[in-house]
């Protein structure tokens, strides 16, 4: 049998759901899929990036990566959507993307897949839990298998974010991922792997 097909779909300013994604990817493929991993386009305009240097940097730095297509969903048996949260929301970039996929949803193409997300925010209370139901939404009307890490697994009591995966960056972009996220994102990975697996036989 063909190996399962994970799609890692984020949107990242300035490196941290870079970094995130990344590490998904790792593990997904540690655990024998397929990965292909995507970011939205921008939307920004020039003007309002060069206001902030760590976000030209990463724009610049993070140009080998393939724009996300909506034939990446349909490829895939499972996705993790990324987003930081805005305002305790999606991002507009990532938000646009989900809004290009209606073809693919009126032919049931998006259907029937296992799907979570991951998120990160300046403070501990800044929207993430907010930000993951709301991108959930796009999910449901997918009519996709929604796969929560949940606490399935014991670093789910140390990172504490039953809905996905969640960092905090303190306001800084020089905060690395830290051994509880590192952990928790690779567990997401192994269980959409996991779960999608499970999905493609039944």
Known sequence: MSPTKIAIVYYSATGTLHAMA??????????????????????????AIATNQAWQ???EASGHIETASPDDVI?????????????????????QFLDTLGPA????????????????????????ESTLLALYNSVYHFGGILVP???TDEVKFTDGNPYGVSHVTGGS???PLGTAEVAALSHLAERIVDVASRLRVA
């Open 22 to 47: 990344e590490r998904l990817a790792s593990s997904a493929r540690a655990a024998g899929a397929e990965v292909r991993l995507r970011q939205v386009a921008e939307l920004a305009p020039k003007e």
């Open 57 to 59: 940097d990463h724009v």
């Open 75 to 95: 490829w895939a048996d499972g996705v993790l959507l990324g987003t930081p949260s805005r305002f305790g929301n999606v991002a507009s970039q990532l938000k």
């Open 105 to 128: 949803w009126s032919n049931g193409e998006l259907a029937n897949k296992a799907y979570a997300g991951f998120t990160a925010s300046q403070t501990a209370h800044g929207g993430q």
């Open 149 to 151: 890490p949940g606490y």
């Open 173 to 175: 972009n020089d905060v």
